[in-house]
């Protein structure tokens, strides 16, 4: 079992930046599909954005699409997340999660599951 581990949240103005990290335990992160949820207080999990086991695949939902980027190094066990123009709606707790693809993940079927980082973007 891959362990996860979330980091990079913080409280930002509107229109910052902010770039999230995921650090994987064990061996076999490259063997994993990897994504990006996030949870506001009182609404369902969204699922921001995806990237496949090479990394030369990604997903993004459509309300991160142009501000948000996922990215990955396989040398270091990581997963990254990128997050430009940041809007007052973004505000949520942020997780990565293991899967075995893209869509897998999307769908709601993952392996491990972060504890998750804040993001605060005030107006």
């Known amino acids: 079992q891959v362990q996860l581990v979330e980091s990079g949240g913080g409280l930002v103005q509107a229109g910052g930046s902010l770039r999230l990290s995921c650090a994987a335990s064990?061996?076999?992160?490259?063997?994993?599909?990897m994504g990006w949820f996030r949870q506001a207080p009182g609404k369902e999990r969204e699922f921001v954005s995806g990237?496949?086991?090479?990394?030369?695949?990604?997903y993004y939902a459509d309300s991160v699409k142009g501000r948000f980027t996922i990215s990955r190094d396989n040398a270091k066990n990581t997963v990254y997340l990128q997050m430009n123009s940041l809007k007052p709606e973004d505000t949520a707790v942020y997780y990565c999660?293991?899967?075995?693809?893209?869509?897998?993940?999307?769908?709601?079927?993952?392996?491990?599951w972060g504890q998750g980082t804040q993001v605060t973007v005030s107006s």
């Open positions: 064990g061996r076999t992160f490259s063997i994993y599909a």
């Open positions: 999660a293991t899967g075995a693809s893209i869509v897998t993940i999307r769908q709601g079927t993952f392996g491990s």
């Open positions: 990237i496949s086991r090479s990394g030369d695949s990604t």
